[in-house]
């Protein structure tokens, strides 16, 4: 089936320090998935952060950005300058072009942003 | 306003029993999906419906039962209790099954 792994299970950066998360899939169908960044700050729910549904393209929020690597099959997380309010659990998921709406999910990163 | 309602927040259930969660949703969406999130394991896919006719079951246990009575109502019924079905249960919607999903806030069941 389909797998997404995120290696960092938990990261710690100092303010204006650059960040990367890191995710790699793996995916069963024959087309390309759609990939997702959701992200859960303390005491919110989960929320989209940003998606890219197209091989080569990158998405960005926040200030952060990510890219759709197909050959690499990863789609890694980053930020040039992360703030404190960025601490929060980062989930990279990915969904198939099957017409179920499913979502598979990494096991997640938390990041914590030192002051 | 919390666009998503999941009841109730926090459920203690003995072994054996049966319980139901609750989950509306308030964004006129088609889409609605249940989730699972084990301790120290990553968010699974449970269901997802739209337009109340299911999509795709996931689970491997019959003990799951979703229940759509009205279009933004995406219950959970689970049967026999066990103290592996400790977890935090997320309900989701979207638009339709390729858009955006929002998470509702969960509630946690402990299974004793």
């Known amino acids: 089936g389909d797998s997404v792994t995120q290696t960092e299970g938990q990261v710690t950066v100092s303010e204006s320090k650059s960040l990367i998360i890191n995710c790699t899939y793996s995916?069963?169908?024959?087309?390309?998935?759609?990939l997702f960044w959701y992200v859960r700050y303390p005491g919110e729910g989960l929320q989209l952060l940003l998606k890219?549904?197209?091989?080569?393209q990158k998405g960005s929020s926040r200030g952060f950005e990510a890219t759709y690597n197909k050959e690499a099959t990863s789609f890694h997380l980053q930020k040039a300058s992360v703030q404190e309010s960025d601490s929060a659990v980062y989930y990279c998921?990915?969904?198939?072009?099957?017409?179920?709406?499913?979502?598979?999910f990494g096991d997640g990163t938390v990041l914590t942003v030192k002051p | 306003d919390p666009k998503i309602i999941q009841k109730p927040k926090y459920l203690v259930a003995v072994t054996g029993s049966e319980k139901i969660l609750i989950c509306e949703q308030y964004?006129?969406?088609?889409?609605m999906y249940w989730y699972r999130q084990s301790a120290k394991k990553p968010l699974e896919f449970m269901f997802s419906?739209?337009?109340?006719?299911?999509?795709d079951n996931q689970t491997a246990s019959s003990r799951f039962q979703p229940q759509s009575s009205k279009k933004n109502h995406l219950d959970l019924q689970i049967t026999a209790l066990k103290p592996d079905d400790s977890a935090t249960y997320f309900c989701?919607?979207?638009?339709?099954?390729?858009?955006?999903?929002?998470f509702g806030p969960g509630t946690r069941l402990t299974v004793l």
């Open positions: 890219v549904i197209t091989a080569g």
């Open positions: 419906y739209s337009y109340q006719k299911l999509m």
């Open positions: 995916a069963t169908s024959i087309g390309y998935p759609n």
């Open positions: 989701a919607s979207s638009q339709d099954w390729d858009r955006e999903q929002y």
């Open positions: 964004l006129g969406h088609n889409a």
């Open positions: 998921a990915l969904s198939e072009s099957t017409n179920t709406g499913k979502l598979t």
